[in-house]
């Protein structure tokens, strides 16, 4: 097998890896009321089903990320391979509720250590502007079609099988993820040990994170302005302070500062956080606004979904790529932005007597063209300035940033819109009218984070070169050419 083969062979089994992620993601929550019923969870717990998982993949994705520099990102992500398909198959033997919490551990943080690094390894595979925009398309598409498959598979299996096998789902992916990365994943040289690891560093950034996501997924339920809540909020900004002190003072830290330096690393990932509170909002409170306000079942609800999904997958089949490369990546990424947001204040005008043609199904329809000329560009722009030895905490800090501002968005949106829903109840307005004017609120404010992230690009990120522009979409023409 020659090298070029074996790379674009090697991204098909990455991509592999994502694909469970994605597929667990959402199987997972359209099957949580089945879940509940056979394990008898109550309702404050269940959320632990999620919680758990979050809190594992969001707390090690910055230390799986260095240790893949460090010791090699091919190690680093079959282990990960090896730990979220084993967890997958524990999960599906789960018949207790204790069992499945931490079986949902285990799986987050297998997904950390493979996610961790993947796009560390398709940028060192793929180093020139052409093929990287193509290898990273084919990475969005991957995860775009695992959300549409997700939704499908996680409804029929809940609704025709059983919930076990949402998780035993993986075991073959996984099975052959592990011998086809093992065999054609060319390992980095990393940067090594010798000089010593920096262990209490590590230990500091992943309990921060830790407290920093538990305090997060718990303040729906006990406030934000709980002791419980600013005490582990508190506690994973006092941690954070100390990293960083400690980072700024160590030859070989686990996480070098200069990092931050990269006004396109932060920019982009800051920008990546504002969106991913509009989409985990839009999913979450979507998804109840079909089942509770238009009544659709799991199944149906999955299907309402797929001109968002269906949408994505087809612009990341090579059209965002193409467009990105001519028009520039800052460009694509504001138009995209400018979609998503339409499509969620779109969504904020929905009632209970609008019917899913053409609002919703338009606005659904518009998020995924958004999403498709977005979420590319913004990935690209992230990693364009980051050395190669480098990549794996660089892509780290762009999914912890992206999993946390998720995260906290979907929280504090969530409670808003839930207060807001009680309020016009105390009014006197109905379940259903209360409950959509919740719904209504929180996508308008979906809406404004999206707006938030727009300003963040026009501000922090720099346009790109035309000359460099042009040049790109030579080599576009000319490798084009070359494969006809």
Known sequence: ??????????????????????????????????????????????????????????????????????????????????????????????????????????????????????????????????????????????????GSLGLLAGGALTQWVNWHWIFFINLPIGVATLVLGAWLIAENRGLGLSHGVDVVGAILITAALMLAVYAIVTAADLGWASAHTLGFGGAALVLIAVFVVLESRLRNPIMPLRIFRLRSLTGASVTRAFVFSGMFTNFFVGALYLQHIR???????????????????????????????????????????????????????????????PRIFAAYLLFGLGGGLAFMPLLSISMSEVPAADSGLAAGFGNVTMQMGGAIGLAALGAIS???????????????????????????????????????????????????????????????????
Not at 9 to 20: E, P
Not at 50 to 55: C, D, E, G, L, T
């Open 1 to 146: 097998m020659t090298s070029n083969v074996r790379r674009w062979v090697a991204l098909v089994v990455v991509c592999f890896g994502q694909l469970m992620i994605v597929l667990d993601s959402t199987i997972v929550n359209v099957a949580l009321p089945s879940i509940q019923h056979d394990l008898n969870f109550s309702q404050a717990d269940l959320t632990w089903v999620v919680n758990s998982y979050m809190i594992a993949y969001a707390s090690f994705l910055l230390v799986a990320g260095r240790f893949g520099d460090l010791i090699g990102r091919r190690k680093v992500f079959l282990a990960g391979v090896l730990l979220f398909t084993a967890a997958s198959v524990a999960c599906g033997l789960s018949h207790g509720a204790s069992e499945l919490v931490v079986a949902r551990f285990i799986q987050g943080l297998g997904a950390s250590l493979s996610a961790g690094v993947i796009i560390a390894i398709i940028v060192t595979e793929f180093p020139k502007p052409v093929e990287r925009a193509q290898a990273m398309s084919m990475f969005t598409f991957v995860i775009a079609g695992g």
């Open 295 to 357: 009544g659709l079942s799991a199944f149906g609800t999955g299907l309402a979904f797929l001109p968002t999904t269906v949408t994505l997958a087809a612009l990341s089949a090579g059209l965002s790529a193409r467009l990105m490369v001519r028009y520039g990546p800052r460009n694509l990424a504001i138009a995209g932005l400018i979609v998503i947001g339409t499509a969620l204040f779109l969504l904020s005008g929905a009632d209970a007597q609008s019917s899913y043609f």
């Open 418 to 484: 839930t207060g807001h829903a009680q309020a016009l109840m105390a009014q006197g307005r109905t379940v259903s009218e209360a409950l959509t004017g919740g719904y209504q609120l929180a996508f308008l404010l979906a809406a404004v984070c999206v707006v938030a992230a727009l300003v963040v690009v026009l501000m922090v990120i720099r346009p790109s070169g035309g000359g460099a522009r042009r040049r790109s979409v030579v080599e576009l023409d000319r490798a084009e050419a070359e494969a006809a």
